[in-house]
């Protein structure tokens, strides 16, 4: 009986919780995203991860930049590689949406985005706020420039980084 109780209500805080919106962050289906460059910048045993993309929707038809940065530091006693907090500073980057085949960026010309001046975290990903569409037979790239991060660990600020992604052909 104590046993049927305790799965009962287990059941129940668990509708409660999804009702409430306590589910985890949204991640894109790995499949959608598509010309990703990944690229890593160190400085002694701190570890900046910048990836970069395309995320599509499911039919394929629109895309958006996708920016995931994390920060890592390397234990130099055990060789392990483990999150840390950073702070990621975006005040001056941009995040760009361009149209290689017609040599320009879509409707912004200056091609900025609203990107969080600074944020906290180990983990962060942007993405755009508008999906763009995609013409079939064009070719596209996204990029970020003018990021970088302060890691908590040693208190060192990074220079300013930028990545590209590949070029994807729709």
């Not at 985890?24 to 690229?39: F, K, L, T």
């Not at 629109?62 to 530091?73: E, S, T, V």
Request: proline residues 2%.
């Amino acid at each position: 009986m104590r046993r049927r109780l305790i799965l009962i209500l287990v059941a129940v805080a668990s509708v409660l919780l999804g009702t409430v919106g306590f589910a985890g962050p949204a991640v894109a289906d790995a499949g959608n995203v598509v010309a990703i460059h990944e690229v890593e910048w160190s400085h002694g045993s701190d570890i900046l991860n910048a990836r970069i993309g395309i995320e599509r929707t499911s039919d394929s038809t629109q895309g958006r930049y996708r920016l995931h940065l994390r920060c890592f530091w390397i234990n130099q006693d055990t060789g392990k590689r483990t999150a840390q907090l950073c702070d990621f500073d975006m005040g001056f980057a941009d995040a760009c949406w361009y149209d290689v085949t017609v040599g320009s960026t879509s409707t912004n010309p200056v091609c900025r985005y609203p990107l969080t001046d600074v944020y906290s975290d180990a983990d962060v990903t942007w993405v755009g706020t508008t999906y763009r569409t995609l013409v079939r037979g064009h070719t596209y790239r996204v990029f970020s420039r003018s990021f970088r991060v302060l890691f908590h660990n040693s208190g060192y600020q990074s220079q300013y980084h930028s990545i590209a992604s590949y070029d994807y052909t729709h």
